[in-house]
């Protein structure tokens, strides 16, 4: 009788053991996904520019992502992002062959947090141009830029989706880690 209940405690723990094991690479994959997220956003913003086939000798007719600060910071916070992201890949490999890795999960859910944060400010300043330039705003005379620089608008808010996207997964990664952490 003694013999069974410890057959299949052990049975159990190595359940729990394979479930903490697939947390482990799930956490991996997204920060890859969250890596090329960040990185295409980063690069499209960062090669978004326009000149308009019409020009005066006076004015040039040109836009590009570092006339906008807003932009700017987008393009860095992205880069930011993806080289810490890709600086937790050896976090994130450890975490899969050693199941009670607490102390490193804590660090990366402080860390994923601020991550997160920054990923946040620069896609929502960013978010807020690219619909300036979409809309306009008519009470300050601000008018829609997107029917001349139609290229332009596109790659920038198409550098978005991959931001928000990456913005998504470092939630989830956050809530893995705690998950991860609360059973250990």
């Known amino acids: 009788m003694k013999a069974v209940s410890i057959k299949s405690g052990e049975a159990s723990q190595a359940k729990v053991h394979g479930v903490n094991r697939g947390i482990s690479v799930f956490d991996l994959v997204l920060r890859i996904v969250a890596i090329v997220g960040t990185l295409a956003s980063s690069v499209a913003m960062g090669t978004a520019d326009q000149a308009l086939s019409f020009s005066t000798q006076i004015v040039n007719f040109e836009a590009q992502y570092d006339d906008i600060d ?39 859910i402080l860390l994923d947090a601020i991550m997160l944060v920054f990923i ?60 991860e952490l609360s059973r250990s």
């Open 120 to 179: 946040t400010s620069g896609a929502s300043a960013a978010a807020t141009i690219v619909y300036l330039a979409h809309n306009g705003n008519t009470s300050t005379n601000w008018f829609s830029i997107c029917q001349q620089y139609t290229d332009f608008c596109q790659r920038s808010a198409g550098s978005l989706i991959g931001s928000f996207g990456a913005m998504a997964v470092m939630v989830l990664l956050i809530i893995l880690s705690a998950i």
């Open 70 to 108: 807003a932009f700017k910071f987008f393009v860095i916070v992205n880069a930011i992002a993806c080289g810490y992201l890709a600086l937790t890949l050896p976090f994130s490999i450890f975490h899969i062959m050693k199941r009670r890795a607490g102390k490193s999960r804590v660090l990366l």
